[in-house]
T-cell receptor, first 110, second 111 residues
Framework: NAGVTQTPKFQVLKTGQSMTLQCAQDMNHEYMSWYRQDPGMGLRLIHYSVGAGITDQGEVPNGYNVSRSTTEDFPLRLLSAAPSQTSVYFCATGKKGGYTFGSGTRLTVV | TQLLEQSPQFLSIQEGENLTVYCNSSSVFSSLQWYRQEPGEGPVLLVTVVTGGEVKKLKRLTFQFGDARKDSSLHITAAQPGDTGLYLC???????????FGKGTKLTVNP
């Protein structure tokens, strides 16, 4: 089992470009979430989903969109990238007893 | 305002020493989790505590949940270089699905 797979691992974008960060899980969990991690800021919740067709905002949702059409996939879309979105992005899945994280996508916006 | 405050932010010790890391809040949590993260990787779950006063042990690591469920601590006995990493506490408030994180404690254990 792969657990949580994030692609790509690295990405450089120009300001204003759009892209989708992919997250796929094979653990059959209903809950999935996206975090960003910045130096000195810890992990901050962007969006989360408690099941297919259901999404909600976290602490820092501005500039990001999500959708959940299947249990397995939870893509994160940046519609118009900004330098402030330079960060490491983590996807997680699991139950309240503990989550499994992907290995992250390091995004740089220039 | 950070919901979960971790201290210290940085800790550098020698192999064999003991240490304690703290995770504090003014809010009550239904559960608290501890994760360890190594460079270039995602956080990995170490333990979840759910009952006030609960103590869990994982080899040389001892985790405690405060009686009022507002704080937690992680104690490492006889630290080893392999314990080096970023230790993160995270918690759920009430019935919320949201998992909020502290900023972490970066631990370095020198040989």
């Amino acid at each position: 089992n792969a657990g949580v797979t994030q692609t790509p691992k690295f990405q450089v974008l120009k300001t204003g470009q759009s892209m989708t960060l992919q997250c796929a899980q094979d653990m059959n969990h209903e809950y999935m979430s996206w975090y960003r991690q910045d130096p000195g800021m810890g992990l901050r919740l962007i969006h989360y989903s408690v099941g297919a067709g259901i999404t909600d905002q976290g602490e820092v949702p501005n500039g990001y969109n999500v959708s959940r059409s299947t249990t397995e996939d939870f893509p994160l879309r940046l519609l118009s990238a900004a330098p402030s979105q330079t960060s490491v992005y983590f996807c997680a899945t699991g139950k309240k007893g503990g989550y499994t994280f992907g290995s992250g996508t390091r995004l740089t916006v220039v | 305002t950070q919901l979960l405050e971790q201290s210290p932010q940085f800790l550098s010790i020698q192999e064999g020493e003991n240490l304690t890391v703290y995770c504090n809040s003014s809010s009550v949590f239904s559960s608290l989790q501890w994760y360890r993260q190594e460079p270039g990787e995602g956080p990995v779950l170490l333990v979840t505590v759910v009952t006030g006063g609960e103590v869990k042990k994982l080899k040389r690591l001892t985790f405690q949940f405060g009686d009022a469920r507002k704080d937690s601590s992680l104690h490492i006995t006889a630290a080893q270089p392999g314990d080096t990493g970023l230790y993160l506490c995270a918690g759920h408030q009430g019935g919320s699905e949201k998992l909020v994180f502290g900023k972490g404690t970066k631990l370095t254990v020198n040989p």
